[in-house]
Structure formats: C-alpha cells, structure tokens
C-alpha cells in the first residue's frame, strides 16, 4: 500500500484508510464481533493504517472493537477519534449536542484512551465545531494534551474555512475531515484552498456515497429500518433514479481501464491532491480490497478532464443530510 503525509508533522498513513463507523451503527445489523476483529486483522495485512473511529459510535463499542481488534499492531498502526457531543439523559454521547467545553473534552480523550487501550491518541479531531466554545479555546486545550503526551496529532471535522485557520494559530491541525467525493463537492471552494495553504491533510469520509457510488445500490434497493439511508434525502427512489447518471459515468470511464466504480471515485480523490486520504468504510473483505486496489490507479490530466467535464452536466439531487444534522456542518 503506497502511503501519504497529512499535515506538517509528518504523520505518515496508508493512501487509503478505513472508515469504522458502520461496524457497529448506521448501516444496518452489524457483523458478529469475532468476525469485525479478523476483519480489521485482515485490513491491517492489506496495508491499511489509518483506521477511523469515535467516542460516538455506537457510542464507545467503536473504539472497543479497534481497540481489542488492533491491540497487536500498535506502533504500526494510526487511530484516529473523535470528541465533541455532549452527553445525553442516559449519560451517553449524543450526536445532536455539540460540546467542546474543556471538562467535557478531558473526560472524552480520557475514556477514549482507555477503549482503544493506548498511551496517546494518533490523531484527535473535534468531530463537530460547538459554537458556544470558542474554536482557540479547543485547540489550546488540545495543545496541552499533546504537551502531556495524551495526543500525538490535532483535527477538525466539516469545520469552515476560517475556523480552521483560527485554530491553525493555536495547535497546528494535522487533519481536516470532512464529507467530500464525487457527488459532494462543497469543501472545493473554500476548505481545500486554505488547507493547501497551511499544510494541512485532508481525510474524504463517505467517499463513495454511502455505498451508492460502488454501482451496487439503485432505486430498487431496499435498507432495514436501522440503516441511516433511509433519512437521507439523497437517498429517496426518485433521487436515486436521478443520480444514477453518474454511476453510470464512472462505469463507463472505469470499464476502459478494468476498474469499477468504486475505484474509479476513489482514484478521482487520490489524483485531486497528494495529502488527501479517503476512508471509506466497509465490512466486507472483498470490498476492502476493492477499494484499496483504487490506490494503483493512476488517472491522467486528460482522465481528470474527461471525468471533471462530465460530471459538471449531472446535477445532484437531494440533501446529503436531514436539516438538523446539516445544520452543525461548516462552522
């Protein structure tokens, strides 16, 4: 697996890591556990060592799994997690409260050093920018983290443009994670030009869609009630039908070099810039080596042009989130 740099501190990962969530929410009834722990093994064989997770999901069996799961490899292997949810009436993390108060924060690298069972976490991120704490107050705290040896590296996720840049002035960010692929497109404008800027990596979650731009989900696909697609506005039959055009697309240009459609939307990521890493997430090993072959792809300035000029003639229909969660988005 070749490998990538983010950000100025030489944090060295695969060129393509592996999304965790769904392993044990969102995407339906998961895996038996003993099955998730050989996956994972399997993954690290692979050449994978960015593996993404979060003190939210599940909450906390997450970071459990990665942590009994990759207990062998540490020294070989980068984790990254989350914090930045408040805890709901169960004393559990919710994802609809964003919280980055510096109590709340220590309390969540604290129980997430002890899931993953390390001595430092890799790479932090704040999973969601919390309005009511100020973004350099987070990032010192983080800072002192990193002086107490707790945190090696500091990210943010779907952060705007220049809340990085205050944040960038306290504790240099390692990592920018954000949503972006072929059908979302919106860190274009303004987050990817200031993350060239200062040196900051750039880490692609749900970069195949949620799964619809692999070419194996269409309008005709049914999802169990546990399944977060069944929200999504995106993800309704009509605009499913809709956007079926640029599955085809990628198929079409895929099929003259023997790679799917997966591969083709993962290789249009790694071509766009040598310092973003896309995680997409999979339970399934045939999959995972799917997704990884997209790494040997190299796409011309002409594969680029073509697959640029032709997605520009399809639209996009649907919201890539219910209003509430687009709300915490991008501030």
Request: glycine share 10%; hydrophobic share 40%.
């Amino acid at each position: 697996m070749l490998k990538r740099t983010l950000g100025s501190g030489g944090l060295e990962v695969s060129a393509i890591g592996l999304g965790c969530m769904g392993m044990s929410q969102s995407y339906g009834p998961p895996p038996e556990r003993r099955d998730l722990i050989g996956f994972l093994r399997a993954a690290v064989e692979l050449g994978v060592t960015l593996f993404d997770t979060a003190e939210v999901y599940g909450p906390y069996s997450n970071e459990l799994l990665l942590g009994e799961a990759l207990q062998p490899f540490q020294g070989q292997v980068v984790i990254a997690t989350k914090f930045g949810f408040g805890l709901d009436d169960a004393g559990l993390p919710s994802g609809l409260i964003p919280d980055s108060r510096p109590e709340r924060v220590r309390q969540a690298v604290e129980g997430s050093l002890g899931r993953l069972g390390v001595e430092a976490i890799d790479l932090l991120y704040q999973h969601r920018v919390d309005p009511a704490v100020p973004i350099e107050e987070v990032a010192g705290l983080v800072s002192d983290l990193i002086a107490e040896g707790k945190v090696r590296h500091f990210g943010m996720s779907e952060a705007a443009a220049a809340t990085i840049r205050r944040a960038h002035l306290i504790q240099p960010v390692t990592a920018v994670q954000s949503e972006y692929s072929l059908w979302t497109r919106g860190p274009e404008a303004e987050v990817l030009p200031v993350l060239e800027e200062l040196g900051i990596g750039f880490v692609p979650f749900s970069p195949l869609g949620k799964g619809f731009l692999t070419g194996t989900i269409d309008d005709r696909t049914s999802f169990t009630s546990a399944d977060i697609r069944t929200k999504i506005p995106r993800f309704t039959s009509q605009a499913m039908r809709s956007n079926e055009a640029l599955v085809e697309l990628l198929r079409r240009i895929g099929g003259r070099r023997d790679a799917t459609p997966a591969q083709m939307a993962l290789a249009w990521l790694l071509a766009k810039q040598p310092w973003i890493v896309p995680i997409p997430g999979t339970r399934q090993l045939a999959r995972l080596e799917e997704n990884l072959g997209a790494a040997a792809i190299e796409l011309t300035a002409e594969d680029m042009h073509e697959i640029e000029a032709a997605t520009a003639q399809v639209t996009i229909q649907g919201a890539r989130y219910p209003e509430a969660m687009e709300r915490m988005t991008g501030l």
